[in-house]
């Protein structure tokens, strides 16, 4: 029998609160390149672990520890150099030797590093623009040795997962807005200049958005002040007609704040060689951005554990926080009369990963409705996903899960 609790939760609808917060990094943000590289080299060595054990055969590892520190640039209006480039440290541990098997990591992960930059970063080039050094270190036997062990997987650490549902109107309007500014298709034609690295902040003041974008401009593709100034109007009326299918609330939209308007020189506004900051003084670290569902959102629980890159076998840090958003999704979306849930998961170290100290589910019901008529069905979803939890570490392996 698992502990498998379901309460309800004793706080305002999100979308009945007078004030909301949302922040998403996108994907060209120092901090979402780490979390990037870090879950490509996981894959990438599950993939080798795979390859030689067999199926479903990964060894224990951690690719979390990725660090940028930042280059030096100098962008021009159509044009601009890189002076320094950015430095990219991979760091971890991975299980290099294992029943006669050698696992080259370093190459592996510095292959996964820079196929990750080149797809993500248009205007990046990986030779020139970037020194990649790994550091991943070996594996603790202890933890090496937990993939012999019989029976279900036993986790790593005593921690938390947590995961909501559903997606507020200001939650779906930011994320689907750097989706979108950041999809391949959209930097084409008059957006060339738009570059990767994007972040949105929204503010919803009881039924008034404000958008708060930040957007690097790739230099080559702005010739002028004027062109930068045509870029980031068109940009802004993108984003605003994307807002009148999202939401009926009244949608403010301000983008690149900082910029000198009056100023006829690069210098003036937020111009980058590549479309990120990290050529030029913003630093990275896995696990400062977004949660596992994409966004940071104070008004709602989070979990400061880093998703990116931890193994998808037995790290409960990682296994948990994506859990718990799929769990959370499929209540509202099959359970009659949910209106929101919360749901926390805890681990306890040594113990089943399936079988967790505690499944805690707090929903917020429609009116009407009873906590007694919808606690079966609510117990039976988080029971079945924990029946198939190993279809979490299957996902994460093929890329199915977003962690940042």
Known sequence: MRNIIVDKLSQTPIEE?????????????????????????????????MDKLGEGKVLHHNTDEVQITAGESNPAFGGGEIIKPIDFLLTGRGVRKFDGEKFAIDRIAI????????????????ETD??????????????VDVFKRKGAISSNDTSFGVGYAPFSETENLVLSTEELLNSKSFKKGKFKAVGEDIKIMGLREKNKIALTVACAMVSSHVFDAESYKDTKADLKET????????????????????DKEDS????????????????????????????????ITPNRPMSMEATSGKNPINHVG?????????????????????????????SQIGKAIDQPKAATTQLILDDGYELDKVSKKVKEIVDEWLDNITSITEGVVKGKYRTF
């Open 318 to 346: 990682k296994i948990y926080n994506i859990l718990s958003n799929q769990i959370a999704h499929d209540i509202v979306n099959e359970v009659e009369g949910v209106k929101q849930t919360n749901i926390m998961i805890l």
């Open 111 to 126: 292959k996964a590093a820079k196929k990750y930059l080149d797809e993500t970063l248009i205007n990046f080039n990986v």
């Open 239 to 258: 984003i605003l007609n994307l807002a009148a299918k999202k939401t009926d609330k009244n949608v403010e939209v301000f983008v690149n704040t900082a």
């Open 130 to 143: 970037a020194v990649v050094e790994c550091k991943i270190g070996e594996g603790s036997g202890d933890l």
């Open 264 to 295: 006829n020189s690069a210098e003036g506004y937020y111009l980058t060689v590549t479309g990120t900051s990290a050529e030029m003084g913003d630093d990275g670290s896995v696990g400062r951005g977004n949660r596992a569902n994409g966004l």
């Open 17 to 49: 609160l007078d004030i909301e917060i949302v922040e998403r990094k996108g994907i060209g943000h120092p901090d979402s390149i780490s979390d990037g590289i870090a879950e490509s080299v996981s894959r990438a060595l599950c993939k080798e672990y």
